[in-house]
């Protein structure tokens, strides 16, 4: 089965510019995370959707970044204006349900530098 | 706040070598437990899980992890390393009672084997 897609895969941008990030999930799966990973740290979740609905948002900076999962299927993740702090790689994740005995499977990243 | 903390940052072993990642996390209910790993230039792949069970699990390429409740912990253990394990190697929980299967990881272990 083809895997979690993300584009684009390097990103380069000025401080308070605005950048977008497309995430294509597993066929199938309803539940949808994107996470931030700074480097030297693990990937923290901003937020979870099952379905097209907000399940998780919590740690997600509100004033400045905002996602959306139009249809229940892809989603997209803005960053408005963007901030030196938010250089990090953007990972998208996916699973079939949003138990937390369901394992997620990783898209390969998007990589955001803020200069 | 649940947390995981990884006790090695970069750990350099020759091939051959036996290899122990410590993993400890802070959460006092049923918890699920997982090794992620991400091989350079690669995503983040599961590695292995525990849900319930055998506290013993078995994952791909020959590593093994141990779920010791009594000391929150969940090491992950490979009897003979080999150059194409150098990875980076992350530790993640979720709460067993939770709905939403959020992820929360360790900082990471870079596992560089020298050949």
């Known amino acids: 089965e083809a895997g979690v897609a993300q584009s684009p895969r390097y990103k380069i941008i000025e401080k308070r510019q605005s950048v977008a990030f497309w995430c294509n999930p597993i066929?199938?799966?309803?539940?949808l995370y994107w996470y931030q990973q700074i480097l030297g740290q693990g990937p923290k979740l901003l937020i979870q959707?099952?379905?097209?609905?907000?399940?998780?948002d919590s740690q997600l900076p509100k004033d400045r970044f905002s996602a959306e999962r139009l249809k229940g299927v892809d989603s997209t993740l803005k960053i408005q204006p963007a901030k030196l702090e938010d250089s990090a790689v953007y990972l998208c994740?996916?699973?079939?349900?949003?138990?937390?005995?369901?394992?997620?499977?990783f898209g390969p990243g998007t990589r955001l530098t803020v200069l | 706040a649940q947390s995981v903390s990884q006790h090695n940052h970069h750990v350099i072993l020759s091939e051959a070598a036996s290899l122990e990642l410590g993993c400890n996390y802070s959460?006092?209910?049923?918890?699920?437990l997982f090794w992620y790993v991400q091989y350079p230039g690669q995503h983040l792949q599961l590695l292995l899980k525990?849900?319930?069970?055998?506290?013993l699990v078995k994952g791909i390429k020959g590593f093994e992890a141990e779920f010791i409740k009594s000391k929150f912990s969940f090491n992950l253990r490979k009897p003979s390393v080999q150059w194409s394990d150098t990875a980076e190697y992350f530790c993640?929980?979720?709460?067993?009672?939770?709905?939403?299967?959020?992820?929360?990881f360790g900082q990471g272990t870079t596992l560089q084997v020298k050949p």
């Open positions: 994740a996916s699973s079939s349900g949003g138990g937390g005995s369901l394992w997620q499977y």
């Open positions: 066929s199938g799966h309803a539940t």
């Open positions: 959707f099952q379905n097209n609905g907000v399940v998780d």
């Open positions: 959460y006092g209910g049923t918890v699920n």
């Open positions: 525990y849900f319930s069970g055998d506290p």
């Open positions: 993640a929980v979720t709460s067993g009672s939770s709905n939403t299967g959020k992820l929360i």
